[in-house]
């Protein structure tokens, strides 16, 4: 590193700038060249953060992954490996049970997938066998947020089996409400905004 290359952050550092914790260091996006895996790992451990530093610390976290935008590009960025893309998929899974079941941030859990997704497209189907593989698990663990949520992101998945997956979840289903039916169905064709 010559001495105008910004310091890359430790994922400690990372972690507390964007929890927003007191006399932490702030730190672009881009300066963190281990996005992904320190991602993953913020996603895995989401629950204990979330006991640790309380709700608002997480949402300003998710806020700040979300809004930077630079997550969603790394993710599908051929410099990422496949190993770290689907550890980070899979830790994505973790965030649903450990945050999103739990607390109730709409802004973040309903668009999740939509935002993730929308880089992947065609171009790695390995990896959206992997997305595919969470969204079953978050469409059927729920609660009823995590489940719309999946169904958001299965209306945007390309190449899945979301029909054989949504038609076992609405078989399931007993008293669903008829808006949330549509919705299972709109999905299912992959007609989702």
């Not at 689907?86 to 994505?92: D, E, G, K, N, T």
């Not at 390309?158 to 669903?176: F, H, M």
Request: aromatic share 10%; glycine share 6%; hydrophobic share 40%.
């Amino acid at each position: 590193m010559t001495s105008d290359e910004p310091r890359r952050p430790t994922y400690e550092e990372w972690r507390a700038d964007y929890l927003g914790l007191p006399g932490a260091e702030e730190f672009e996006s881009w300066q963190c060249n281990r996005l992904v895996p320190f991602a993953a790992r913020f996603f895995g451990e989401s629950g204990a953060l979330l006991e640790a530093h309380g709700e608002a610390a997480i949402e300003r976290a998710l806020a700040t992954l979300c809004r930077d935008v630079q997550i969603q590009f790394d993710l599908w960025d051929d410099g990422t490996t496949i190993e770290e893309r689907h550890a980070c998929i899979r830790a994505m899974g973790d965030l649903f049970e450990q945050v999103f079941a739990v607390v109730d941030l709409p802004e973040r859990c309903f668009m999740w997938w939509h935002l993730m997704i929308t880089y992947a497209a065609e171009g790695h189907p390995e990896s959206c066998r992997c997305v595919e593989e969470v969204l079953e698990r978050i469409l059927f663990a729920g609660p009823m947020n995590c489940s719309l949520s999946a169904l958001h992101g299965f209306g945007h998945l390309p190449n899945c089996r979301r029909e054989e997956i949504i038609d076992r979840w609405l078989s399931a289903q007993e008293g669903l409400d008829p808006e949330t039916r549509k919705y299972a169905e709109a999905a299912r064709e992959g007609n989702v905004l």
